[in-house]
């Protein structure tokens, strides 16, 4: 009795090079008639571009509250001298005050300006937070200035981070001119907060 051969073949496997190369070929079909579809396609309405503005909607803040604005009156006509107050609620928007636009002395206001220019010119390479600074007698400064009375004949040592923090925390007015004096003096600071942007600060008599 004989037994049959039987022949197995093996599975025919799909080739990588060959899958990819059916697959770009496919892609490159379909490119080619949809750009062929776009081309023969009805032309679409032209859209102009604009260069004006856009409108932005400004919401209207709303009345400060009564109660304090009575009572902002009541403390001014009490002092009996010329003086502006404006408090603002930032979130709600709106302000209370007397006088608020008015235009008055800056006095240590101007510190946080001097301090935004020092920082900002410490950001920009110009000067370093941890820079020597040698304050002498030249550097005294009027009313209140503690850092002064470390002033020795052979002058005194500190650096710029402690003279901010002498401005910023102790009101140091002798510490505020200097800083002035390493930004690049009162102009430099004032084009610094004009790059900033910041504007109705009346920062200009430093």
């Not at 709600?92 to 008015?102: F, L, N, R, S």
């Not at 200035?145 to 052979?154: A, D, E, L, T």
Request: aromatic content about 6%; proline content about 8%.
């Amino acid at each position: 009795m004989r037994m049959s051969r039987r022949r197995f073949r093996k599975p025919i496997r799909p080739r990588p090079r060959l899958l990819a190369l059916s697959a770009a070929l496919l892609l490159t079909a379909a490119g080619a008639g949809g750009f062929a579809a776009y081309q023969n396609a009805a032309p679409g309405p032209q859209v102009r571009l604009t260069g004006g503005p856009l409108p932005v909607a400004i919401p209207v803040a709303p009345p400060a509250p009564k109660d304090l604005q009575d009572a902002l009156s009541a403390l001014v006509r009490a002092y009996g001298e010329e003086v502006g107050v404006a408090v603002t609620d930032v979130s709600a928007g709106w302000t209370a005050g007397v006088d608020p636009d008015g235009l008055y002395p800056q006095q240590s206001v101007s510190k946080l300006w001097v301090a935004i220019a020092v920082l900002k010119a410490a950001d920009e390479g110009r000067l370093a937070i941890d820079q020597p600074v040698v304050l002498h007698e030249e550097d005294r400064s009027v009313f209140y200035q503690p850092v002064s009375y470390n002033i020795r004949p052979g002058g005194y040592t500190t650096d710029i981070e402690a003279l901010l923090r002498r401005a910023i925390v102790q009101s140091d007015n002798a510490a505020n001119d200097r800083l002035i004096k390493a930004a690049g003096g009162p102009g430099v600071v004032g084009e610094a907060l004009d790059r900033l942007q910041l504007e109705g600060d009346r920062r200009r008599r430093l």
